[in-house]
């Protein structure tokens, strides 16, 4: 097959797959833990949806290994003890499924081989906790009171990432109230606990977790107040806090997670089970659901507008140009999902104006630095022919470039939140929940905007800090790690493009070590494919297969620093080429990663958006060959 005949085949799909709207719905999909808390929840909730309860389970089981375990991803060794327990607990609850089952049996026998509940993720410990399995310990290493630190603090609510805050706000409700929640249907876990002795949290036994507590808790004392009413003042707060965060869909920040954890800190405060804000928030979820091989499946939250950007600017990297129906209407969704509301980001970058962008459809105050410069890749050629599309591009490149860290890179959702102390709070992977630091992907994706799509000179003093930071933060083998994607090889193709759009030297030796270390990982068949374990472990761990989506990444990244086409890229376009179609059990291996080693996501629009985008930048630099 030809380059042009691959870029035909993918934009013909694409052009029948987007709807109406604009955008393109491919599912957003992660593992069964965000099917086993809308289980969780309905039935807490006592909302009899038998239908979608049924769903849910029918998914969860398809998904059940043969030694009884859930896998995260493909290549899980023996499997997930946190997402087993999670899928046990949900299973049990709906009703559906008994003890007795040889399904559950096979379950228990995995978690208890494993070291039982005591061994799960902090994040799971806590859903038990809540749903009455668990016990809460005697303190949560984050006080309520911490709401009413004010920001000059070393350690203050706001050092905390958004992206943070938006869990941990309903989580120190709900242990400041130890609440725990049962009903009649509750199922009992005790079964799965292979000693009470060391039932608890790890901070229970940590000693680090003082260091922290000890600056918040003097920090608290210059507070003039009596202890009851800066207790009163800070549940107050919090609450607050939730309420000032839901977006119009009843779900706070958009996520299932944050909205799971606020219907229970509602019930922790009095609410009812049929109150406004608790049914609103369950509809919301609703919007989530979306199906995947003909089972239902709860998103984490839905990628409309990150899938539609992508795809609009590879569209047009493909020769599709702004005027083409398919990129008008992507256009005109883009622009309407841009955010003139103030959020959290105005706090650490008080002289910006709002005018980005977010993740998904539900986003109205949350943007965020990849989603934005995604979105201007995808409506700069329609900024250069309509001076309206042009003032909104004006005001998303501002806020990108306001948005860069005093380190030189760029974060997520907010500047400079890496504070170095809430790496001592010990909470799992608190670097991953409570910080956003900057990253090779968020770095390398901002600079290739701002060096290829504005007038933003190569010399200027953003780009000498960014490439810094890049230098500083490149691994020994040549390679950066991707803090939001897999892994590697993410954060190597975003940091490759990123300098060659400011003509950044391709003989330097960070760029030479960069390509040597991509060309000695292609895989026999031309293509590469990297293991979410690379994730976990801070190394690269070779998939040993290859996927679309990573080849892409590498292909991708070598053409953009190649002035010739070697036979590694050219064995990758082969393989591009001929698996485009591929539907084995790499095409659903997850790109994605939320949290390190509990939260990882398939993006099912990546096998068109990066294979398109690594075969038009090939003919647009070297023809058909």
């Known amino acids: 097959?030809?380059?042009?005949?691959?870029?035909?085949?993918?934009?013909?799909?694409?052009?029948?797959?987007?709807?109406?709207?604009?955008?393109?719905?491919y599912p957003f999909e992660s593992s069964i833990s965000t099917d086993t808390y809308m289980i969780i929840l309905l039935r807490s909730l006592e909302i009899d949806d038998e239908e979608m309860i049924k769903q849910l389970v029918k998914r969860i089981l398809s998904k059940q290994e043969e030694n009884g375990a859930w896998k995260h991803y493909y290549d899980e060794r023996g499997g997930s003890l946190s997402l087993t327990v999670e899928a046990y607990h949900a299973l049990l609850y709906s009703g559906y499924i008994d003890k007795k089952d040889d399904r559950m049996k096979k379950a228990k026998r995995f978690i208890l081989?494993?070291?039982g509940i005591e061994e799960t993720h902090f994040l799971?410990?806590?859903?038990?906790?809540?749903?009455?399995?668990?016990?809460?310990?005697?303190?949560?290493?984050?006080?309520?009171?911490?709401?009413?630190?004010?920001?000059?603090?070393?350690?203050?609510?706001?050092?905390?990432?958004?992206y943070g805050r938006a869990?941990?706000?309903?989580?120190?409700?709900?242990?400041?109230?130890k609440f725990r929640f049962r009903t009649a249907s509750s199922p009992d876990l005790s079964d799965l606990f292979t000693s009470r002795e060391e039932a608890n949290f790890s901070w229970s036994r940590s000693s680090e977790w003082r260091t922290i507590h000890k600056t918040i808790k003097s920090s608290i004392k210059k507070i003039i107040g009596l202890p009851q009413e800066l207790h009163q003042l800070s549940m107050s707060r919090a609450k607050q806090y939730m309420m000032n965060h839901l977006e119009p869909d009843g779900t706070l920040f958009g996520y299932i997670s944050s909205t799971f954890l606020m219907v229970f800190a509602l019930l922790s405060l009095g609410h009812k089970k049929d109150d406004p804000l608790?049914?609103?928030?369950?509809?919301?979820?609703?919007?989530?659901?979306?199906?995947?091989?003909?089972?239902?499946?709860?998103?984490?939250?839905?990628?409309?507008?990150?899938n539609t950007s992508l795809l609009s600017y590879s569209l047009q990297k493909a020769g599709l140009t702004p005027n083409d129906p398919m990129i008008k209407k992507a256009t005109n969704y883009l622009l309407s999902r841009q955010q003139y509301k103030f959020g959290d980001w105005i706090i650490h970058n008080p002289k910006t104006k709002p005018g980005a962008w977010g993740f998904s459809n539900i986003n109205t105050f949350q943007p965020d630095t990849d989603d934005t410069s995604a979105t201007l890749r995808a409506?700069?050629?329609?900024?250069?022919?309509?001076?309206?599309?042009?003032?909104?591009?004006?005001?998303?490149?501002?806020?990108?470039?306001?948005?860069?860290?005093?380190?030189?890179?760029?974060?997520?959702?907010?500047?400079?939140?890496?504070?170095?102390?809430?790496?001592?709070?010990?909470?799992q992977d608190s670097e991953f929940i409570l910080t956003d630091p900057s990253s090779a992907d968020l770095t390398?994706?901002?600079?290739?905007?701002?060096?290829?799509?504005?007038?933003?000179?190569?010399?200027?003093?953003?780009?000498?800090?960014?490439?810094?930071?890049?230098?500083?933060?490149?691994?020994?083998?040549?390679?950066?790690?991707?803090?939001?994607?897999?892994?590697?090889?993410?954060?190597?193709?975003?940091?490759?493009?990123?300098?060659?759009?400011?003509?950044?030297?391709?003989?330097?030796?960070?760029?030479?070590?960069?390509t040597s270390w991509l060309r000695s990982i292609q895989n026999a068949d031309g293509g590469y494919g990297e293991s979410a374990l690379s994730d976990k472990q801070k190394k690269y761990i070779p998939l040993g297969d290859s996927t679309l989506t990573h080849t892409a990444w590498a292909i991708d990244a070598l053409i953009s620093v190649s002035q010739k086409p070697d036979e590694t890229i050219k064995r990758g376009i082969k393989y591009l080429l001929t698996s485009l179609d591929n539907d084995d059990w790499s095409e659903d291996y997850p790109a994605g990663q939320g949290l390190a080693g509990a939260i990882y996501f398939h993006y099912h629009s990546y096998r068109y958006i990066f294979p398109l985008l690594a075969l038009s930048h090939y003919r647009e630099k070297y023809g058909e060959e």
């Open 444 to 514: 390398g994706r901002a600079m290739e905007f701002l060096g290829n799509y504005t007038q933003m000179p190569h010399q200027h003093s953003h780009f000498d800090k960014s490439i810094e930071w890049l230098k500083t933060h490149q691994e020994k083998n040549g390679s950066w790690y991707g803090r939001w994607g897999i892994c590697y090889i993410y954060g190597t193709w975003a940091a490759l493009t990123g300098l060659s759009a400011i003509a950044y030297d391709n003989k330097s030796e960070m760029i030479k070590k960069a």
């Open 124 to 162: 799971t410990k806590l859903i038990l906790t809540i749903t009455g399995q668990y016990e809460w310990p005697k303190f949560f290493p984050l006080p309520i009171e911490l709401m009413l630190i004010q920001p000059i603090m070393p350690i203050n609510f706001y050092s905390i990432s958004v």
């Open 167 to 177: 869990n941990i706000v309903p989580i120190m409700i709900i242990a400041e109230k």
């Open 1 to 25: 097959m030809k380059v042009s005949n691959g870029i035909n085949h993918l934009i013909t799909t694409l052009r029948a797959d987007q709807t109406t709207s604009g955008t393109w719905e």
């Open 379 to 427: 409506i700069t050629n329609s900024a250069k022919i309509d001076d309206n599309i042009k003032e909104a591009w004006n005001l998303g490149v501002n806020w990108l470039v306001s948005m860069q860290n005093d380190d030189g890179g760029w974060p997520a959702f907010e500047k400079n939140t890496n504070n170095k102390l809430l790496a001592l709070v010990p909470i």
């Open 278 to 306: 608790i049914e609103n928030a369950v509809k919301g979820l609703y919007g989530f659901k979306t199906k995947v091989k003909g089972h239902t499946h709860i998103q984490f939250t839905n990628a409309s507008v990150w």
């Open 113 to 115: 081989q494993q070291g």
